[in-house]
Each structure stands twice: as C-alpha cells, then as structure tokens.
C-alpha cells in the first residue's frame, strides 16, 4: 500500500495577510491636556518609539530582529522574557500586555513544538487564543488566527478531537465574515485533512476543492499555498484508492512548489518523493526511474547523504530496481543505504530491514555467498531492535529471515 504524503500549511509568519496590520491599543494620553494617540503593539509597529516605551513590546521586537538576523537562541530567549513581562504587566496594562501575548504566545507555540515540548506547545496556544479572545473580541481576525494555530498544531500531533474541528469552524466562520480568504482557505484546508483522518474521505476532498480554488484567487497558482492543497488532494486521493488521480495532483504541487519555493526545498523534494513512491505503488516503473534518479542526488546534495530523506529513497530506488529485474544495481543501492543507516541508526527495524533486502538482492545477483553476510547482519540488528518497536514488524522479519535461512543455510 503507497502510504499517502500529506503536508500542513506553510510558515504563518509568512503570510502578511494573516497578521495584524497594526491593531490598535488603548488611547495612551499625550501633549496638552485631552488629547490622545492610538499606539500599537503588534509586530508592525517596532519602528514607533511611542510603542517601543511599553517594555513587553520592545523585547518582542527585539526578538523579532534577532530571528530575522539568524539569532534563534537570542531571539527564543527574548521572547520568553517578552512573555513575562506581559503578564507581570497585565494588572497594570491590561490592554498593550494582552495584546503582546496575543502575538507571542503563538511564536511560543510554535518555538515549544519545534523543540518538542508538546505541552508547553499547547499552553502556550491556548493562552494565545485566550489573550486574543480577551483583547481583540471573539469575532476578531486575531482570534480566527489564533483558534487556527490551536487546532492546527492539534492536528499536526494526531488530535482529532471534537475540539479541534471546533476551533476550525470558529476561524472559518470570521474569516468568511471578515473577508479574509487567505485564512478561509488555509483553515478549510486544515479541516480536510482532519476530515481525511478521521477517515470521511468525501467530506475532505470537497473541503479541500473549496480550499484550492479560493487559494487559486488569494494567493496565486505558483505559491506554497497553492501546491500544499495540491499535495493534500493527492494524499486524499490515495486514501481513497485512487492512485492515478493522486499523482495528477502530485505532479500538479511540484509545479507549484518549483516556482516558490524552489526546486531543492523541503516541500518540493517531499512531495516529489511522494510521487515516486506512488508511481511505485502502480509499478510505473518507466515513470519512476528517473525520478528516483533524480531524487537520491538531490537529496544527497540538499540534505546530506546521512540524512535519512536520502537512505530512504536510496532504499526506495533499490527496491524500484529488483522489481525490474536489475538485482546488481538493487544490491548496490540497498548496500548504500545500509551502509549510513548501519552508522546513524544501528538498532532500528529500519536498518535491519535494509540488511535483509541487500541479502535478497546479493542472493540473486551472485548466490548465498554473497547474501549470507547480510543475512547475518540483519539478525544481529533484530536482535538489538529496542522493545517497543511493533511486534507485528518484529515477527514479520523474523519470518522472512527464516525463509532466507532455507534458501542459503549457514556455513
């Protein structure tokens, strides 16, 4: 079975459409007596010494140039000291502190993920809704941003809870009423791959179509935007069974995804893995041969050749060209990826796998002499393989290597 490839939306940060222009803060008096200014303490307004007075702002936007400058330490750093500065501020000023959580509480989120803090992730989403909520309204843009980041955060950890299609409905519902297409489309397209895995196929290729055809308008048919939906659809598709229609759409994202962006980004190598496989799920091998070509030295080159993207599609390659008949070239790649994943995963399923496919395609290449060396390695890492990997996988290499026991018998 061709296990489809999925992607979440691209870098919010990146999305002006979906930050506040420059939300305004409560009226700080000024000049002569009665007059008033609007201040700010969004990400926008880190040029306004008005607004850099409020201490809580001025480390976020510290924070901010120090991200935009490489510094992610320093800047993490910032940020949290940002963070509490907001709410040791929040009794004094409720207004300005609120909103700066509003704004980084979400950086948070998505600092404590990439760290692998899951439950510091979801603190922090849930206190960003709730400072967005308590600052802007409840039918505010910031909170339609912020009920969307919960949930899509969620759904990136395999939560399919009522909860998060909740969240989704409520940044849907404002985006549609404030007009904000790009954050419509970006939340319909969370609620499809909800709905995919939650395993109501129908319902996520409708939202999806949705999804892509106001992206089309909102952010044109060359954006990572455009070709995440397009990647999406092609995973629904395989899920429902059709295999052919997911490569269209596939084939379709790589051409989004070469224009932005770029031919040796994450996304467009992923989704172009993705295709590969899927092409050797249908066994268009004619197809996938150069692909795969393709792939191993690009990954290679962008990733590096220990990166497992690369043993993976080595392995993958190997496996394209047994089917072909060429169990030489196959034992050379598969002892290729053996050979890194012996060294950067040397007691994983994984790695044993490897091992057991290189002896197959050294036992048709050039006889038990040749297999029985590789044979041996695979046991030796099934034998080290940690507890808690699946003991239907387990199982399932062990058979296979008592298969390979009776064709080549120790010596």
Not at 358 to 379: E, F, I, K, M, N
Request: net charge negative; proline share 4%; hydrophobic share 40%.
């Amino acid at each position: 079975m061709c296990r489809p490839f999925r992607f979440g939306p691209w870098l919010l940060s990146a999305l002006p459409l979906l930050l506040a222009a420059c939300a305004s803060g409560p009226p700080v008096p000024t000049g002569p007596a009665g007059s008033t200014v609007v201040v700010c303490h969004g990400p926008d307004c880190c040029r306004d010494p008005l607004s850099l007075a409020f201490e809580p702002h001025r480390l976020n936007c510290e924070s901010l140039a120090r991200r935009a400058q490489g510094e992610h330490e320093q800047a993490w750093k910032l940020l949290n000291e940002a963070i509490a500065a907001a709410r040791a501020a929040e009794s004094a000023n409720e207004e300005p502190a609120r909103e700066v959580l509003c704004y980084t509480l979400n950086d948070a989120g998505h600092g404590h993920g990439r760290r692998g803090d899951i439950d510091a992730a979801r603190a922090a989403f849930d206190g960003n809704l709730a400072a967005c909520r308590a600052r802007f309204g409840e039918a505010s843009k910031e909170t339609a941003q912020a009920a969307y980041s919960r949930a899509n955060f969620r759904l990136g950890t395999g939560d399919v809870s009522t909860g998060v299609a909740e969240d989704l409905d409520i940044a849907i519902h404002i985006a549609q009423t404030l007009n904000l297409q790009g954050l419509r489309a970006i939340a319909l397209d969370a609620s499809g791959r909800l709905a995919d895995l939650q395993g109501r196929h129908a319902d996520g290729d409708r939202l999806l179509r949705e999804a892509l055809e106001i992206k089309r308008t909102a952010f044109g048919e060359q954006s990572v935007e455009f070709g995440t939906t397009l990647t999406n659809l092609g995973a629904n598709a395989i899920d429902r069974g059709d295999m052919a229609q997911g490569a269209t759409w596939y084939q379709a994202a790589m051409d989004a995804y070469r224009a932005d962006p770029g031919p040796d980004s994450d996304r467009y190598l992923g989704v172009a893995s993705g295709l590969a496989s899927t092409w050797l799920a249908m066994e268009e091998y004619e197809k996938a041969g150069p692909l795969y070509e393709e792939l191993v030295e690009a990954t290679g080159r962008v990733f590096g050749v220990d990166d497992e993207r690369h043993v993976t599609l080595l392995n993958d390659h190997a496996v394209l060209r047994f089917r072909q008949g060429d169990a030489a070239r196959a034992q050379t790649l598969f002892a290729a990826a053996l050979e890194v994943r012996r060294r950067t995963r040397p007691d994983a399923i994984n790695t044993a796998w490897t091992a057991f496919n290189t002896a197959q395609a050294s036992l048709t290449a050039g006889g038990c002499d040749a297999a029985l060396p590789y044979g041996r390695t695979a046991q030796e890492i099934l034998d080290r393989v940690a507890a808690d990997t699946a003991q239907a996988e387990r199982d399932e290499l062990t058979a296979s290597l008592g298969e390979f026991r009776k064709a080549c018998p120790s010596r």
